[in-house]
Every structure is written in structure tokens, then in C-alpha cells.
T-cell receptor
Framework: DQQVKQNSPSLSVQEGRISILNCDYTNSMFDYFLWYKKYPAEGPTFLISISSIKDKNEDGRFTVFLNKSAKHLSLHIVPSQPGDSAVYFCAASGSFRARGGNQFYFGTGTSLTVIP | ETGVTQTPRHLVMGMTNKKSLKCEQHLGHNAMYWYKQSAKKPLELMFVYSLEERVENNSVPSRFSPECPNSSHLFLHLHTLQPEDSALYLC?????????????FGDGTRLSIL
């Protein structure tokens, strides 16, 4: 059963506009969330994270919002640039795990295309 | 350049072959991971090593055998694989084996089983 879901496989946005990527999770014990960006033929690259004690974290053009009551996470990119075209994965982890490493549960990704 | 290097980038092998995937990290991290990514599926954690000790094995079939000789190197030995094992295999590392730490990924090995 998938605990982290990205229900939109793809998204297209005009350059300069806002891109909003969404992620839902089912496990209320998750308390740390990340977004990764992946270009073709490359591995995922860490983008931004948020702890459950916050509801917003901002880094330049990227902002992550966390709505714990809705179990929903979103990534806002503004303004969007053609170089932002990539697949974006959200991931979550939680303190319910015993010793077992830094296990993240990943979504299936959303492919973002920013149109010049 | 992510600091995590995987070789080979592509591998085609028959079901009776034995091969190994290699991962090397130059970040001074203490934890390393193997993930599998199949088409249309999320990344699946396979193995976790912390300070060269295996701390997680997510019910992975024994035809996959990891080895971590030191904190900078990680191998995945493959033997008698099945066609459904064709996937992208990603290696990652993090500073420690703790939570709240991003993992740094290599570019992966694309494995095809004939």
C-alpha cells in the first residue's frame, strides 16, 4: 500500500508563472518531508525539506507547504523557469521506525514541463 | 556532480549471469543505501548500511547480495536474476543513519535482464 502519493503524473506551466506540485500521505506518523528533483539519466537531487513542526519552508524560488490535518504537502516554484523542467518526487519519513536507517517513502513523481 | 558515483551506468545480463553494481561516495558520509526504481513505481529501499554494518534489509530476495567493505564503497552482487528485476538501481548516502537528513543519490545503473 502506497503511503505517499503524487496523483498528477505530469504538469505543464508557462515560464514565469507558478508551478504547484502536490503530494498526499496516509501515515500520520510521518514528521519529515522532502522534495527531490530528477533530470533524465541523473539521480534525484535534494531540493527542499520541511519538518512537521513547521507549515512552510522557503528557499529562493521554492516553497514547501505542509498541511498536517489534510496530510498534504505541496511545492511551489515561482517564477517557473525552463530549467525547472524535471520529475519531482516527494518523500516522507517518521519517528515510528526503530533503528533502520533513514527510510523515506517516495511518491511516484510528477513530471513538470515549463514552457518558454 | 553529486559526490556519489555508480558504475556501470547500464548493464544487460542473462538470468544465469553473476554481476556486481558498484557505488562510491566522496562526501564523507557514514550511511549508504540501495534503492530499486521500477517503471511507474516509487523508489523502493532495498538495503541500508551504517558504518559498514547492515541495518536494514527490506525483504529483498537473496539473489541480491550487498557488500559494504568501508564507508565509501557499496556493492550489490547479482546472481540468477529474473526479468522482473529489470529496473533502475540507485545508490544513495547520508551523513548519518538518522532521520531528518537528505540522501544524496548517484545517477543509477539501468539493469536489463534478458
Amino acid at each position: 500500500d502506497q503511503q505517499v502519493k503524487q496523483n498528477s503524473p505530469s504538469l505543464s506551466v508557462q515560464e514565469g508563472r507558478i508551478s504547484i506540485l502536490n503530494c498526499d500521505y496516509t501515515n500520520s506518523m510521518f514528521d519529515y518531508f522532502l522534495w527531490y528533483k530528477k533530470y533524465p539519466a541523473e539521480g534525484p537531487t535534494f531540493l527542499i525539506s520541511i519538518s512537521s513542526i513547521k507549515d512552510k519552508n522557503e528557499d529562493g524560488r521554492f516553497t514547501v507547504f505542509l498541511n498536517k490535518s489534510a496530510k498534504h504537502l505541496s511545492l511551489h516554484i515561482v517564477p517557473s523557469q525552463p530549467g525547472d523542467s524535471a520529475v519531482y518526487f516527494c518523500a516522507a519519513s517518521g519517528s515510528f521506525r526503530a533503528r533502520g536507517g533513514n527510510q523515506f517513502y517516495f511518491g511516484t513523481g510528477t513530471s513538470l514541463t515549463v514552457i518558454p | 556532480e553529486t559526490g556519489v558515483t555508480q558504475t556501470p551506468r547500464h548493464l544487460v545480463m542473462g538470468m544465469t549471469n553473476k554481476k556486481s553494481l558498484k557505488c562510491e561516495q566522496h562526501l564523507g558520509h557514514n550511511a549508504m543505501y540501495w534503492y530499486k526504481q521500477s517503471a511507474k513505481k516509487p523508489l523502493e529501499l532495498m538495503f541500508v548500511y551504517s558504518l559498514e554494518e547492515r541495518v536494514e534489509n527490506n525483504s529483498v530476495p537473496s539473489r541480491f547480495s550487498p557488500e559494504c567493505p568501508n564507508s565509501s564503497h557499496l556493492f550489490l552482487h547479482l546472481h540468477t536474476l529474473q526479468p522482473e528485476d529489470s529496473a533502475l538501481y540507485l545508490c544513495a548516502s547520508s551523513q548519518e543513519e538518522g532521520r531528518n537528513q537528505p540522501q544524496h543519490f548517484g545517477d543509477g545503473t539501468r539493469l536489463s535482464i534478458l
